[in-house]
């Protein structure tokens, strides 16, 4: 009998818990619904969005991921969880985002600024900068940007833009770059004279070690405008030039020792 009474009191003792847990949510629910209603009747609710910074990013796909309708109360909106959607569509690198007591909700967009195509296993992709890739679709408009073949590291996109970016009248005049067994960069020019650097894990000579020598080379010798198909710099104490068929007919040999 005394085990019967034991065993009541612990259902009893059970069922009050749920009872005091279901009260508890049913308090904070009614606590959430009186406070938004609150900030309703105060008149702190969305009344406009404006949005800027919009380029190549539609405008209906930012509304889309937004999800949210004016009369909204403003307090309610999860401004992190909204700045995560925004940031996840393809173009856009960065989104700020403020409310206002006024029900105004200003968003400024950043986008991803286009810097050359990207090309791995067969797929291409337009990249910035930091090697993000932003889409593969409509890649026509942007067939004047370099191509970049291989898996390049972040560090090593940046040191290809540190070699484009220190002469920039030839750098202008590149047409690909093709990373070779992930050490070392191949340099195709628009006239289709090919660059072999070095490596660029190299100490004594490096990438830009041999980068600088051919830059110097060619405001003396002026390589880029001869005929010749490759030039290649691997080597710290001289370069082999490989000239074109029509170069053979000026001078003598396949290859010229300089």
Known sequence: MSYIR??????????????????????????????????????????????????????????????????????????????????????????????????????????????ALSQLNGQVNLIDADGVAITNRGLGAFEGLVLLVGKVSRQHLMEFQTLMQANPEIGSQIRSAIWVNDRRWDIVFKNGIRVKLPSALAEAYNMQSAWNRFVDLNREHRLLDREVSVIDMRMNDRLVVRVTPAGRVKMSGEELAL
């Open 6 to 115: 034991t065993r009541m009191a612990m259902i009893s003792a059970s069922f009050g818990f749920l009872a005091l847990a279901t009260v508890a949510v049913l308090l904070k629910i009614d606590t959430n619904i009186l406070w938004m209603e609150t900030t309703s009747d105060a008149g702190l609710v969305l009344s406009n969005v404006e949005i800027s910074g919009l380029q190549r990013t539609n405008i209906r796909d930012v509304e889309a991921v937004l999800d949210v309708d004016t009369g909204m109360p403003l307090l309610a909106i999860d401004l992190v969880a909204l700045q995560a959607r925004v940031e996840a569509l393809p173009w856009v690198k960065e989104a700020t985002i403020n409310r206002q007591m006024s029900g105004d909700m200003i968003i400024e967009i950043e986008e991803r600024v286009p810097f």
